[in-house]
């Protein structure tokens, strides 16, 4: 054998050890991606499990139903809760919104980032969104859903 046909093999073995290890790279890109998503999915379930124990609280739970009825015989105590509880609320909701718009998070998974519901239940909460909240805490686009929702259309 030849120095040129044994520089032939060479270079063919060295082409299928490169194509080699990048399909085992792009599997390993993949396999980061999909644990990526499931940690963002995981952190976003218990976020939520969170704010819905806050939720379920007696204090809070009584103050969001005399939000709903009869919003004029909120405590200023009741309504410092109401608001810190939206702030939190809204927090981890604008986090879900950029995990959707930068693909860590599927839409599917964003539960009802859509159209916040709870926003829609409690008149209160759309009274602290247009005229309470600092929206200086949040980025542009999802003052955007946020206020299309709050004030009657879809997002």
């Known amino acids: 054998m030849n120095w040129d046909a044994l520089g032939a093999v060479g270079e063919l073995a ?7 290890s990048l399909v085992y790279l792009g599997l390993q890109v993949r396999d ?15 976020g939520f499990i969170e704010l819905w124990k806050l939720r379920l609280d007696p204090q809070l739970s009584h103050a969001e139903l005399r939000a709903r009825h009869e919003p004029e015989t909120l405590s200023d105590i009741d309504r410092h809760n109401l ?8 927090n981890h909701y604008q986090n879900t919104h950029y995990q959707v718009q930068v693909g860590t998070l599927e839409k599917d998974q964003a539960g009802a980032l859509e159209y916040l519901p709870i926003i829609k239940l409690v008149p209160f909460y759309q009274e602290l969104w247009n005229e309470t909240l600092p929206k200086d805490s949040y980025n ?3 003052i955007a859903h946020v206020d299309s929702i709050v004030n009657g259309g879809d997002a």
């Open 14 to 20: 060295g082409s299928v050890l490169l194509l080699v």
């Open 32 to 46: 980061a991606k999909n644990q990526m998503r499931s940690a963002t999915s995981q952190a976003r379930s218990d």
């Open 83 to 90: 608001t810190a509880f939206l702030t939190m609320f809204l």
């Open 140 to 142: 542009q686009d999802f």
